[in-house]
């Protein structure tokens, strides 16, 4: 019979924990030589960059300093270049840093001994899985290891015949002792008996060879009582592992029973998923924690509503314009309010990607107005940060509550059904509501990034956009 080596399963977890802590030396080795080197490729370019940016940036001529700029950002390891003159005015922002941040490498650029501007460029962060990606030979080749040596430990370590039968010898010796002392006490009583009474010294003979063929009978079955009990121990295994497919079994009658009781239920919300999208409604309100907007004055809430309105609706000018939003239109000029503003697109066929169109125009909304927020505040002026929420018709007045009872800074929900869902599951990647508290929050999506592509057709708009306020602040 085999028998399986003692504390197997202990040893196994010090191998778990022994690989864990190699995985976990190994990320973070990795990712300081690989901080190192972004850090000094980093600078090697912002260095470059001013060189060849020098005579731009002294003119202050944004189209030069974009298309320098954007070829700098076409490295996988850059995210975002920030390019301002020598007043701290922002000349260009290039690049998709709201959807990936990094390390930020900044440096002054000078012409003689003049100060001409500054260049801040934005290097992406190497995730922990890219790296254990990038080291998977060593990583699967480690749990090998440990799985080998769990194996060998386990052939090993298995208690031999020589070893079970020291143990039955041991087991036999403290039988003996035990049964001794109580022999012995049982004879020290005889004797005092005997002492008393002859009758009971004449019984006392009888009585101890009686004690000693018990005691040869329990020493001869020692041995059985050894194999007795690892077998006892070995069937207790087997009844374990019975009792738990048992176990599994009834809950997995109990569960498909659960299951088909809420079956109704989920086809019922499967129905409602399953309209067609003609059209969206895109909704923007500020996130006013301390509700500033109401006390400002009209001579200042009036013209900043007005800028808001005029660059939303340049937003929606200039995004229907591309080629990837064929078919798309706006039914409504936007206007902003003090509860917000909202935009109805619509599809003028069956192939126009109206959803993706909603969720894009949201978010160019919310990258601009950060970029108008940050500029106001260094300014000293009042400025509001913003939410935006994108759903069909049917859920637009629930997209309103959940902006009002959810909704972040600069955040994005997505409320819209799987025909919606699947036109943008190509171009960006969603999560759903932790912990949700209503059906409309479990079903709502939050904005978690998008494709290169998306990123860049939403920056070059985004650019053309701001490009138009600078003429019209030129003109004016």
Known sequence: MTYL???QGLFAIILLVSFCLQTLLLVISTDQQLSKSRAL????????????????LENKDRVSLSVIANRYTSEQD???????????????????????QGDTIRQIATNGDAVIGSVA????????????????PFVIGTMLLHLLLWLIYGYLARPTKEQISALSRSIQELYREQYNQVDQRGYNRDLERRTDTNSKASSAAPEQALTEDTTNTRTFNVH??????????????????ASSLTATTEDSVVGAAATSDDQPSSHTAKLSATRNVDSVRVQIVFHDEFNMLERLAPAQRLPYLALCTQLLNQAVTELLKQPLLLGVSATNEARFEDDGASVVLKADNSHAKVALAGVMLAKLYLMLNKIIHDKHIELSRFALPAKAG????????????????????????????????????NHVQVHSIMRPTTVYERECAIFDGGNDSLIQRLADVRNAVLMIEDDDESSM
């Not at 850059?78 to 990936?100: C, F, H, S, W, Y």
């Not at 460029?121 to 998977?136: A, N, P, R, Y």
């Not at 018709?393 to 997505?414: D, F, N, R």
């Open 5 to 7: 080596a003692p504390r």
């Open 41 to 56: 490729k980093g600078e090697q370019m912002v260095a470059q960059l001013i060189d060849e940016a020098r005579l731009s």
């Open 78 to 100: 850059v995210t975002r270049i920030l390019i301002k003159d020598n007043t701290d005015e922002i000349l260009v922002p290039v690049g998709n840093a709201p959807m990936q």
């Open 121 to 136: 460029l934005t290097l992406k962060d190497v995730s922990k899985g890219e790296i254990i990606t990038m080291q998977w």
């Open 224 to 241: 059985n009582e050894v194999n007795e009990y690892l077998r006892t121990q070995q069937n207790q295994g087997v009844n374990d592992e």
């Open 390 to 425: 994108v759903s069909d018709e049917a859920q637009a007045e629930a997209m309103t509550h959940l902006l009002q009872s959810i909704g972040k800074k600069e955040q994005l929900l997505i409320l819209l059904p799987n025909a919606g869902l699947k036109q943008i599951s």
